[in-house]
Each structure stands twice: as structure tokens, then as C-alpha cells.
């Protein structure tokens, strides 16, 4: 990997493990919040919680955190094909 890119994918890397922690904590406040119903009458779906409560926090920081990774791909993948596109400009023959 060429020195110019590797900012990018260790932005790439750190973005995504965020990503992991904050959905697994999502999806632990999800059991947790369904482990309050009885087993017949537990919600099924997505659990987003109301508005300011510890659930929908989750749910958003995990959304910020996607749209930050995804931001941070489509910034190394720009980065790639810029370099693609370098190495291609300097190949062609002279005329």
C-alpha cells in the first residue's frame, strides 16, 4: 500500500471498529429492552426507543457511526482511484 493511503485506511479501520462497538451495544439494548416483556407478548422488529431515551442514543450513535464509515470508504476508495488514475496519466506514450 502506497504511504499516501494508509491515513486513509487506518480512518477506514478506526471507523469501522466503532462502528462494531456501537452496534453491538445497540443490539444489547435491544435484548435487554425486549427481556421486559413476557415471552408471548414481546415486540418483534426493529426497537428504535423513544426520543431521548438510552435506546434511540444508541440507535443514533450507531447511525452516526455507519455514515462516518461509510464517509471514511468513500474518501480511501476517491483516494485509490486518484492514484489509479496517476500511475495511468504517466503510462501513456509520448507523442
Same mark, same amino acid.
Given at each position: 500500500?502506497?504511504p499516501?493511503?494508509v !491515513? ?5 479501520m478506526?471507523?469501522y471498529? /466503532? ?10 439494548a435491544? /435484548?435487554? *429492552?425486549? *427481556?421486559?416483556? !413476557?415471552? $408471548? *407478548?414481546r415486540?418483534? $422488529?426493529?426497537?428504535? $426507543?423513544? !426520543? $431521548? ?8 450513535q450507531?447511525d452516526r *457511526?455507519?455514515?462516518? #464509515?461509510q464517509a471514511a470508504?468513500?474518501?480511501?476508495d476517491e ?9 495511468t #496519466?504517466?503510462?501513456l506514450?509520448?507523442?
Open positions: 500500500m502506497t499516501d493511503l !491515513p486513509r485506511r487506518r480512518a477506514v478506526i471507523f471498529q /466503532r462502528y462494531l462497538a456501537s452496534d453491538r451495544a445497540w443490539q444489547q435491544q /435484548r435487554d *429492552a425486549r *427481556a421486559w416483556f !413476557p415471552v $408471548g *407478548a415486540p418483534t $422488529g426493529l426497537l428504535i $426507543g423513544a !426520543p $431521548g431515551s438510552k435506546l434511540r442514543k444508541l440507535y443514533e450507531r *457511526a455507519l455514515l462516518q #464509515l470508504q468513500r474518501k480511501f483516494a485509490r482511484q486518484r492514484r489509479t488514475l496517476k500511475i #496519466l504517466l503510462a506514450p509520448r507523442v
